[in-house]
């Protein structure tokens, strides 16, 4: 690789990045992905060079991994890839300066601090956390291999990948060399081998698969496949509750506990007001349907909002203009009985440039099409509360479509009480394109670490359940009109992972922390005239 322009190896490595993304089937490339960039750095460029260079994987990366949020919205197509792509560098610098101050012994063990560290904390509230490419996400179409995740999460994952692609540079850096290097190469291959190793060990010794359904209860899945532009523009509500009905009833017997229909399955041009949902005309065939089956509670996606007077606004409430009404607006789940409304949770992680801008980029707000949200932003919650059914079958653990990628954030719900996981979700935005196959894969991570039964309600698809290892059942095909039932079992044990969080991530904090404190404590120290 010594002779290929800088230009070739950091394309070349964002190349490889995407070929091992899911729903690919060349997963094992991730391990070499970054070998290119390193072999860039360890030749010692200038730091703005360097940077340049990085920019250029991290951006082949996004854009050949995540050009399908176009199909959404444009700007923030751009918005996103450009943004994130950059942000995606600062790890990759504040390695190479270690590396250049402290050598290869320092440098190395900075850049997987960095990066964990670096990952941490995008998947935390901070306006544009966009962790769709956390690299433990890599393994989402291979269950198999990571079931150790009920203990570390995707950082283990992060942590496996960024050590292979360390100890192959440090082994190319070795060759020719005379004698024969047999130590590095039996390194890399133990650390290739073992996480496969673990994984066989980290199975759970109880490998239920889906039982016949008792004659105690079972969960009808929905996935009515309707166009959500559509639904936005020329759609009408009745027509489309009435499809969710008819989905719904062709599956439903006296045994149907919990029926689940997708994110904003109940949306209306100017949203539902949660105080005032029993009045609501346009839902009457929803009351009557929930009076035909008393024994069912559901779940629904549903675009509300909460309407205040002057002076008895909540604290996230905006003003609409020319009144003294102020609005909260949500994206929501809500358990309905034949009584009516019974809880409700508010999405809470919301998609930047779509439902969410942070406030030092509010003046791009006109650039960014709504659609099932808005930059003026939704209000969400602060509590991860589970949704207790009221005909005591299951405690559920909601995701809002994104937010189920975000694995300590639904581990929360589970230490609450949650027994299984539902995530309501839309996917149609994004078309026919890997997107959405994503989505259904990174939600196997989540039954993984929480060791929960997923159930999937997909607007256009994939609609499926997946068990607590990982593996999907009753999958429904992209953009057909679908119903899945069958009986779930509600699991009550925590895993490590739920119990404790995501350790190897605060311990990269840690260590980046000590890294920065002794980075410049040696530096100094190594300016100091010796004699």
């Known amino acids: 690789m010594k002779n290929f322009h800088p230009f070739l190896l950091s394309f070349l490595s964002g190349l490889l990045l995407f070929a091992a993304w899911p729903a690919s089937p060349l997963t094992f490339l991730i391990f070499i992905a970054f070998v290119p960039l390193l072999w860039l750095e360890h030749q010692g460029i200038s730091r703005r060079k360097f940077f340049g260079w990085?920019?250029?994987?991290?951006?082949?990366?996004?854009?050949?991994?995540?050009?399908?949020?176009?199909?959404?919205?444009?700007?923030?197509?751009?918005?996103?890839?450009?943004?994130?792509?950059?942000?995606?560098?600062?790890?990759?610098?504040?390695?190479?300066?270690?590396?250049?101050?402290?050598?290869?012994?320092?440098?190395?063990?900075?850049?997987?601090?960095?990066?964990?560290?670096?990952?941490?904390?995008?998947?935390?509230?901070?306006?544009?956390?966009?962790?769709?490419?956390?690299?433990?996400?890599?393994?989402?179409?291979?269950?198999?291999?990571?079931?150790?995740?009920?203990?570390?999460?995707?950082?283990?994952?992060?942590?496996?990948?960024?050590?292979?692609?360390?100890?192959?540079?440090?082994?190319?850096?070795?060759?020719?060399?005379?004698?024969?290097?047999?130590?590095?190469?039996?390194?890399?291959?133990?650390?290739?081998?073992?996480?496969?190793?673990?994984?066989?060990?980290?199975?759970?010794?109880?490998?239920?698969t889906l039982l016949p359904a008792p004659p105690k209860n079972n969960i009808v899945i929905v996935q009515p496949n309707i166009d959500p532009y559509e639904k936005l523009s020329t759609g009408s509500f009745e027509a489309m509750i009435h499809k969710l009905i008819r989905l719904s009833d062709s599956a439903i017997d006296n045994n149907t506990t919990l029926v689940i229909w997708p994110e904003t399955a109940l949306y209306m041009e100017n949203g539902i007001s949660e105080d005032n949902m029993k009045a609501n005309y346009f839902l009457n065939p929803l009351w009557d349907f929930l009076r035909r089956h008393p024994q069912i509670n559901l779940l629904s996606g549903v675009e509300s909002y909460r309407a205040y007077?002057?002076?008895?606004?909540?604290?996230?409430?905006?003003?609409?203009?020319?009144?003294?009404?102020?609005?909260?607006?949500?994206?929501?789940?809500?358990?309905?009985?034949?009584?009516?409304?019974?809880?409700?949770?508010?999405?809470?992680?919301?998609?930047?440039?779509?439902?969410?801008?942070?406030?030092?980029?509010?003046?791009?707000?006109?650039?960014?099409?709504?659609?099932?949200?808005?930059?003026?932003?939704?209000?969400?919650?602060?509590?991860?509360?589970?949704?207790?059914?009221?005909?005591?079958?299951?405690?559920?653990?909601?995701?809002?479509?994104?937010?189920?990628?975000?694995?300590?954030?639904?581990?929360?719900?589970?230490?609450?009480?949650?027994?299984?996981i539902a995530i309501i979700t839309n996917d149609g935005w994004w078309g026919n394109t890997p997107g959405y196959t994503q989505h259904e894969y990174y939600a196997r991570l989540r039954a993984i670490e929480t060791r929960r039964w997923v159930v999937r309600s997909a607007n256009t698809g994939v609609s499926c359940i997946i068990d607590p290892t990982g593996r999907p059942f009753e999958e429904r095909p992209w953009f057909q009109s679908a119903v899945i039932k069958t009986h779930i079992p509600a699991e009550q044990e925590q895993t490590f992972y739920v119990k404790y969080g995501d350790l190897l991530s605060r311990l990269a904090i840690l260590a980046a922390i000590l890294l920065a404190v002794w980075t410049p404590v040696q530096i100094i120290k190594n300016r100091k005239p010796r004699g």
């Open 54 to 208: 990085v920019y250029i994987t991290m951006l082949t990366w996004n854009a050949t991994t995540t050009w399908w949020i176009w199909n959404a919205t444009a700007p923030g197509a751009i918005g996103t890839i450009l943004a994130n792509s950059l942000i995606m560098c600062l790890p990759w610098l504040g390695f190479h300066f270690v590396k250049a101050k402290l050598g290869p012994k320092w440098g190395y063990p900075a850049l997987v601090a960095l990066w964990l560290t670096f990952e941490y904390i995008h998947l935390q509230d901070w306006g544009l956390s966009w962790p769709w490419l956390t690299l433990g996400n890599v393994f989402a179409g291979h269950p198999g291999w990571v079931q150790w995740y009920s203990y570390t999460g995707t950082s283990g994952g992060g942590l496996w990948i960024l050590i292979a692609n360390i100890l192959i540079i440090q082994l190319l850096t070795k060759l020719p060399a005379r004698p024969f290097p047999k130590k590095p190469i039996i390194l890399v291959i133990v650390t290739l081998i073992l996480p496969f190793i673990l994984s066989l060990l980290s199975y759970p010794a109880d490998l239920r």
């Open 309 to 420: 007077q002057d002076g008895g606004q909540s604290s996230t409430a905006r003003p609409i203009p020319n009144s003294n009404i102020y609005v909260d607006s949500y994206n929501a789940a809500i358990i309905f009985d034949s009584t009516g409304p019974l809880h409700f949770y508010h999405k809470s992680k919301l998609v930047p440039g779509v439902e969410t801008l942070p406030f030092f980029l509010h003046f791009l707000d006109p650039l960014f099409e709504k659609f099932g949200g808005t930059t003026a932003g939704y209000t969400g919650q602060s509590d991860r509360t589970p949704l207790h059914t009221s005909n005591n079958s299951y405690t559920i653990a909601p995701a809002v479509c994104y937010e189920s990628i975000y694995g300590e954030f639904m581990t929360n719900y589970v230490r609450n009480g949650a027994d299984i």
